[in-house]
């Protein structure tokens, strides 16, 4: 018998998808008295789903979800909606799709497949990450999100991408493979390198720290000094 005023605590679970509950026999009281203990500060919203003819409640998880590259994986495809021997580690169920973060910790080549559009794309790493594509399958970033870059390794972006919330450099070295590899926002370094690699990059670059940038010789865009 399942009794309305029971609580279920769903806050592990934080993958976006449907999940069954509990079956039940009979049902006394009301299902909307039924609570879902979420997360703190849930990033996704939890929506409980009663099917009476199967005498059914599950779990509705909707929004966001959180990625990271598997480090084991030295190369790879990222790509949307994959989740069969896919190298993003994560507990959506139907694999990464625009809105999502994704973190990168480790050495990588990744290839972009579609287009993608993180909310955020995190790579803090010691070692080298390159963003590529191939003529076959191309890729790129697209959409509202930035991209934040810190650790102590090199980062080479891929050319073609249009994301345009900006691209944040607090250390280690960043190089662009084209002019249009840090989208259409501004980049924003407080640390580190900035390789424009003689390219036209045409975004505004904003300093905030000790900094070294190099390769400007076709560079477009505006300089600002911060502090």
Same mark, same amino acid.
């Given at each position: 018998?399942? &009794? !309305?005023?029971?609580? /279920?605590?769903?806050?592990?679970?934080?993958?976006?998808?449907?999940y069954e509950l509990v079956r039940y026999g009979s049902l006394s009281?009301?299902?909307?008295?039924?609570?879902?203990?979420?997360?703190?500060?849930?990033?996704? &919203?939890?929506?409980?789903?009663?099917?009476?003819?199967?005498?059914?409640?599950?779990?509705?998880? #909707?929004?966001?979800?959180?990625?990271?590259?598997n480090t084991k994986a030295k190369n790879g495809l990222w790509q949307?909606?994959?989740?069969?021997?896919?190298?993003?580690?994560?507990?959506?169920?139907?694999?990464?799709?625009?809105?999502?973060?994704?973190?990168?910790? !480790?050495?990588?080549?990744?290839?972009?497949?579609?287009?993608?559009?993180?909310?955020?794309?995190?790579?803090?790493?010691? $070692?080298?990450?390159?963003?590529?594509?191939?003529? $076959?399958?191309?890729?790129?970033?697209?959409?509202?999100?930035?991209?934040?870059?810190?650790?102590?390794?090199?980062? #080479?972006?891929?050319?073609?991408? !249009?994301?345009?919330?900006?691209?944040?450099? &607090?250390?280690? !070295?960043?190089?662009? $493979?084209?002019?249009?590899? /840090?989208?259409?926002?501004?980049?924003?370094?407080?640390?580190?390198?900035?390789?424009?690699?003689?390219?036209?990059?045409a975004n505004d670059i904003v300093v905030q720290g000790d900094v070294?940038?190099?390769?400007? $010789?076709?560079?477009?865009?505006?300089?600002?000094?911060?502090?």
């Amino acid at each position: 018998t399942l &009794e !309305s005023g029971c609580k /279920f605590d769903v806050s592990t679970i934080s993958g976006r998808g449907s999940y069954e509950l509990v079956r039940y026999g009979s049902l006394s009281g009301s299902v909307a008295d039924v609570t879902l203990l979420t997360p703190d500060a849930p990033m996704n &919203e939890y929506t409980l789903v009663h099917n009476a003819q199967d005498k059914t409640l599950s779990l509705d998880i #909707t929004g966001m979800a959180v990625w990271s590259w598997n480090t084991k994986a030295k190369n790879g495809l990222w790509q949307n909606g994959v989740v069969e021997n896919s190298p993003l580690l994560g507990r959506a169920l139907d694999g990464f799709l625009p809105g999502d973060m994704l973190s990168i910790t !480790s050495g990588a080549t990744i290839t972009l497949v579609g287009e993608l559009a993180p909310s955020v794309l995190s790579i803090n790493s010691a $070692k080298t990450v390159t963003l590529s594509v191939n003529k $076959k399958t191309p890729g790129c970033l697209v959409g509202e999100g930035c991209v934040r870059i810190s650790g102590t390794g090199k980062v #080479t972006l891929n050319d073609g991408n !249009s994301y345009s919330g900006g691209t944040f450099i &607090e250390s280690g !070295s960043v190089n662009a $493979k084209g002019a249009t590899s /840090f989208g259409s926002g501004a980049i924003t370094i407080s640390g580190g390198v900035l390789n424009l690699a003689s390219k036209a990059v045409a975004n505004d670059i904003v300093v905030q720290g000790d900094v070294l940038i190099k390769g400007g $010789k076709k560079f477009a865009g505006n300089v600002t000094l911060m502090g």
